[in-house]
């Protein structure tokens, strides 16, 4: 079982975890610091990342607004929680955003190539259930 590696953004207190050794490269953090976006040699990708609710979206607004210009196969949403899964090109995806304090929305996108999905579906759970923020 690999190492598990505890990402925490700075700016939102954004927190998720998962195997450094699938996501090995970092893509740079972006100027605002509002989060990261790691890389496996596959081309698989993860960002974490943290931002406002500037729109004041409700849970239901903010899946449509997330999900503009993909193919979701899987839409769920909660209270405070938004969960969506499809196809973005020829990659699949999977999206997973909260509500925590102060208007903050934590969220990871998960992205890999559909030859890729034995390898990264198994992850998709333990990467959700990981994520939190204040």
Known sequence: MA???????????????????????R??????????TFVAADGASLAVYGSNNALDQTPEQLADF???GMEVTYRKVGKDWVALSGHDGADI?????????DGVIHAFMLKYPAAAKSKYDPLVRA???SLVGP
């Open 3 to 25: 190492k598990p590696f505890i990402y925490t953004n700075a700016r939102f207190g954004t927190s998720v975890t998962f195997p450094l050794d699938i996501f090995t490269d």
């Open 27 to 36: 893509a740079g953090e972006p100027a605002n610091g509002d989060g990261m």
């Open 66 to 68: 997330s999900s503009e």
């Open 93 to 101: 995806f999977y999206h997973r955003l909260e509500f925590g304090r």
């Open 127 to 129: 990467i959700a259930d």
